[in-house]
DNA sequence: GTCTATAAGTAGATAGAC
DNA sequence: GTCTATCTACTTATAGAC
């Protein structure tokens, strides 16, 4: 047990732990699950406790399973910097869209997690985490993306942020949507709202 | 008691019973809400079960509060029929953003039941329905306008469906980012965020 | 229609054998 | 690190007095 990783236990039972976790808790709630239900999820005999030797309640694996979404969110995006130079373009748009939905697609356990347990006022802290992690630095990356590309004309003349909370906006409804529904908004695919999505922020003539 | 209302009961209890259901099953979710918190919140001496002469289990109370707000949003659907005869305009088309996001907010507690409840299992009827009324309906109405307005040239050259997908999703995320996090997204105001999305959706000459 | 009282079940959590 | 057994608290729901 390393100082770095902040006393981890190793595990296998652990690490199944937590991931029965995300998957109950994002599907039926913290409340809607039971201990003896994540016992039963990851071979252990429900109902006898064999829990509490890994977590010392289930408040602690709740937050032990967000942390370590948390981190996996944080190591993506250290790998994700590598911002278009070279100027906008349709298809750096498109492809900037579409790496953001694939993003929310890969935490969509987490995602689900946030909305139903936010604003419950039960773990304020990680949510208010989650909230800055997935929101504002979200917006953050565009705006200062869109900002100049606005300037040169390319895309069309509105306040850098209030482009980017609509771009955003959009993305977190339309992934909601197919999250939630099973269904994408009006059964268009990421493909043709991504297009259709640059094709509002850019100017007519502009390439 | 009438045919026409289904056999609804009358009593200022019952009434106080569904909005108390209404307000905690959004706050704190089905499971989470006990119902000595709901006999509670109505002045009820709380673990008496005397909520049980009201509606015959929890489960009930649930329906209740469901159709109740469902029967309201109908009814506000059918006064809202105006559609600005007469051309699109940058302000009918920011007055109908407006519209939308006010109607959200007015439904702001059936739309996080809806969140927190739907995909658990539980209630699919009702949150089929839900579903159906929230989305698809509110779609469908935008592709109607939309469809009209692309043909003259007011609204640039998109598919109708898309353009309807992606407004619908902007409104929702929008307001969803409001509602979870209390803030609006990037600090946008509801009224810069409906003339940006305005803006985007119109020609440049067009008025 | 609200109260007292209570039944029957299930939840989170612990002690100790193996 | 899993199992048996159990404690305590809380939950939904009911029976019956007033």
Redesign the interface.
């Known amino acids: 047990m390393t100082v770095a990783d902040g006393g981890r236990k190793h595990g296998a039972t652990r690490v199944s732990l937590l991931d029965a976790g995300l998957k109950l808790f994002s599907?039926?709630?913290f409340?809607?699950t039971s201990v003896m239900e994540i016992e039963a999820a990851v071979g252990l005999k429900p109902g006898n406790g064999s829990f509490y030797r890994h977590f010392k309640t289930k408040e602690d694996l709740m937050e032990a399973v967000v942390h370590r979404e948390i981190e996996k969110v944080r190591a993506w995006r250290a790998g994700e910097i590598v911002s278009a130079k070279g100027g906008v373009s349709r298809e750096s748009l498109k492809n900037g869209l579409l790496q953001s939905l694939e993003g929310m697609e890969a935490i969509k356990d987490l995602m689900?997690l946030?909305?139903?347990e936010?604003?419950?006022?039960r773990f304020p802290e990680l949510m208010a985490q989650l909230?800055a992690l997935l929101?504002d630095e979200g917006?953050e990356a565009f705006?200062k993306e869109y900002r100049d590309a606005i300037k040169t004309g390319v895309l069309?003349e509105?306040?850098p942020?209030?482009?980017?909370?609509?771009v955003?906006?959009?993305?977190?409804?339309?992934h909601?949507?197919n999250m939630?529904?099973g269904a994408?908004?009006?059964?268009?695919s990421r493909e043709?709202?991504a297009s259709?999505?640059v094709?509002?922020?850019m100017?007519?003539g502009s390439e």
Chains 1, 2 share one sequence.
């Open positions: 599907e039926k709630g409340d809607g689900k946030l909305a139903r936010y604003g419950q006022g909230k929101l917006l705006r069309r509105l306040d942020r209030t482009l980017s909370s609509i955003i906006s959009a993305l977190v409804g339309y909601l949507s939630y529904f994408e908004p009006g059964g268009v043709t709202f259709g999505l094709e509002l922020m100017n007519k």
